[in-house]
Nanobody
Framework: QVQLAESGGGLVRPGGSLTLSCTAS????????MRWYRQAPGKERELVAM???????EYADSVKGRFRISRGDAQNTVYLQMNSLKPEDTAVYYC??????????????WGQGTQVTVLS
């Protein structure tokens, strides 16, 4: 099994910054795509940013220019640097990772979520 551990959420004022991190552990052969999603109260979960093992990144229009996704050297860690935060960024942020386990079976794992609250 592959587990994801997230950290870095918290309370910040509008215009502030936070950096989320997520590390995959367990029986891993390769981590390919890593993504950040978020879910605000009463809304559906939405994709915020994604990073492929090849280095490609994509962002939701609502966060382009403000958020940056990056991978650690070991490729099993992903970061989400969030700048110029707005109240509408308030949500639970979830990490998702896709790849292969040591037995070459595919995994699609989710973290437990970390709360980000932007409040003046």
């Amino acid at each position: 099994q592959v587990q994801l551990a997230e950290s870095g959420g918290g309370l910040v004022r509008p215009g502030g910054s936070l950096t989320l991190s997520c590390t995959a552990s367990g029986s891993i052969f390769m981590v390919n795509g890593m993504r950040w999603y978020r879910q605000a109260p009463g809304k559906e979960r939405e994709l915020v940013a994604m990073s492929t093992s090849g280095g490609s990144t994509e962002y939701a229009d609502s966060v382009k220019g403000r958020f940056r996704i990056s991978r650690g050297d070991a490729q099993n860690t992903v970061y989400l640097q969030m700048n110029s935060l707005k109240p509408e960024d308030t949500a639970v942020y979830y990490c998702n990772a896709l790849g292969y386990q040591a037995n070459r079976e595919v995994f699609d794992s989710w973290g437990q979520g970390t709360q980000v609250t932007v409040l003046s």
